[in-house]
């Protein structure tokens, strides 16, 4: 094991380092998916036990994917409302006010 001069052990596990461990999680919820809108019988069949873990990340990453959808087009009618009201300035300005709130 190295030793860092934090003195953090520079060779951790994905288990006991947080950020690595929510990105570990996270993959394995876009992975099943991506795996149950391919084929969703292959998970469908599995839904309790132990297989069960990867037919409910399947359901939170297609939950998360709506979330994900319904976030972008709340952002671009809030964009494009922002413009509406302000048509009457130049363009330029128009962007950097809303640059500005984000």
């Known amino acids: 094991e ?4 934090s003195g953090k052990v520079g ?3 994905a288990i006991f ?3 690595s461990l929510l990105t570990v999680i996270l993959l394995l919820i ?10 969703p019988s292959l998970l469908d069949r599995n839904k309790t036990g132990l297989l069960g873990i990867f037919w409910k990340c399947a359901r939170i990453g ?4 709506s979330l994900h959808f319904f ?5 671009a009618n809030l964009f494009m409302s922002f413009i509406q009201r ?4 130049d363009f330029k300005v ?3 006010r809303l640059l500005a709130l984000l």
Do not use: P, V
């Open 30 to 39: 876009c992975t099943c998916a991506y795996i149950r809108s391919l084929a």
């Open 62 to 65: 297609m939950y998360l994917i």
């Open 94 to 96: 128009q962007t950097s």
């Open 2 to 5: 190295i030793f860092e001069k």
């Open 86 to 89: 302000n048509q009457t300035s």
């Open 17 to 19: 380092n947080f950020q």
């Open 71 to 75: 976030s972008y087009k709340l952002l």
């Open 11 to 13: 060779n951790e596990s």
